[in-house]
């Protein structure tokens, strides 16, 4: 009988490699040498596995994302309306993502994808999976509101949460999430009162 394969295990300890390199040095840190020594592996070893260090970089985003996508999915598994709203909202000004290892990795990730088309398109489609997710809720939750205005708070509430974490991250205190949600929450009263022809007072 053969052994099972080394592959996943080598480059689950490659990649944790990646990632404490980014937290301790900043993205500009990860290279082969550097990744090969924290992991305790060959340097060889990390070509063998990923390639280019464009591909090592891409399995890093990708692990970074999943990790955020499963946190999102796992949130709002099958709640629709205005329980899919409270539940976003808990999730996103909940503290939920001011996980500091997480927050550190995705601002590098963001900053290098100024540089790298492959890292920027891999958080683009983070963000708009987000911005569907939410702009579908709110077509759920306020059928009468404007497709425009529900698509501009939906756009709204993914910059109040990133900003928010990204804060969160540099030292701002834990209650700034209950002021973000609280602007969060005016948004959806504009649409609310949009829906139900009123104005907010």
């Not at 702009?135 to 708070?153: C, I, M, N, S, T």
């Amino acid at each position: 009988m053969s052994r099972p394969s080394l592959a996943p295990v080598r480059r689950a300890q490659i990649l944790d490699a990646v990632e404490l390199c980014i937290l301790e040095h900043g993205i500009e840190s990860v290279s082969f040498s550097r990744v090969a020594r924290v992991a305790g592996v060959r340097t060889s070893m990390v070509p063998h596995y990923f390639g280019t260090k464009g591909a090592l970089m891409g399995a890093m985003v990708d692990r970074v994302l999943d990790r955020v996508q499963e946190l999102l999915d796992a949130a709002v598994d099958g709640a629709k309306g205005r329980v899919l709203i409270e539940r976003l909202l808990g999730l996103l000004f909940g503290g939920a993502f001011v996980v500091p290892d997480l927050i550190l990795v995705i601002d590098q990730l963001r900053a290098s994808a100024y540089f790298n088309e492959t890292t920027r398109e891999r958080l683009v489609g983070m963000y708009r999976h987000f911005e569907q997710l939410a702009e579908g809720a709110l077509a759920d939750a306020y059928p009468l509101a404007a497709p425009d205005r529900r698509r501009a708070v939906a756009y709204s509430l993914l910059c109040l949460s990133d900003a928010n974490n990204s804060f969160r991250g540099v030292g701002f205190p834990a209650d700034y999430d209950e002021r973000a949600r609280v602007a969060a929450e005016v948004l959806l009263r504009g649409l609310e009162d949009e829906a139900n022809g009123t104005t907010s007072s």
